[in-house]
């Protein structure tokens, strides 16, 4: 394996991490105080169970994304590049839009970062390389 693979992969990596760890902070640290806030709060019954699945749902999606990164980078297939850039291009847009409708947040810091790194791992796959053909 090459060097710049070897580096495309680790970045990878790293941004999934960071996805990871988003999930469990969002679904395991932050999602009992939301659900205890909307409990206290004079929002409808089928809206909070809204508000309290959309947020399960966010920490859901990155698990997801950070997988379908992870499978890519470690497949020697051609279509590898153009998947771990969709995954990156899915997470800078759900950057953009909370930093719209929320605001700066830790949150926002932590997809955005995974995001620059899985593009930046993105990058640096060669365009249809199928890892057979070089050392």
Not at 11 to 33: D, K, M, Q, R, T
Not at 56 to 67: E, F, R, S, Y
Not at 83 to 107: D, S
Request: net charge positive; with cysteine.
């Amino acid at each position: 394996m090459n060097g710049r693979k070897r580096a495309a992969r680790i970045l990878v990596v790293l941004g999934s991490i960071v996805l990871f760890a988003s999930a469990a902070l969002h679904s395991l640290a932050a999602y009992p105080n939301v659900s205890s806030a909307l409990g206290g709060s004079n929002l409808s019954a089928p809206l909070q169970a809204a508000l309290r699945a959309v947020f399960l749902l966010v920490g859901w999606d990155w698990i997801v994304i950070a997988v379908v990164a992870l499978l890519a980078a470690f497949t020697e297939a051609k279509w590898r590049k153009m998947l771990v850039l969709f995954c990156a291009l899915a997470l800078l847009v759900e950057t953009g839009l909370t930093l719209a409708f929320i605001g700066v947040f830790l949150g926002n810091e932590l997809i955005g970062s995974a995001a620059l790194l899985i593009l930046s791992g993105a990058l640096l796959f060669e365009n249809g390389d199928s890892g057979r053909t070089g050392a």
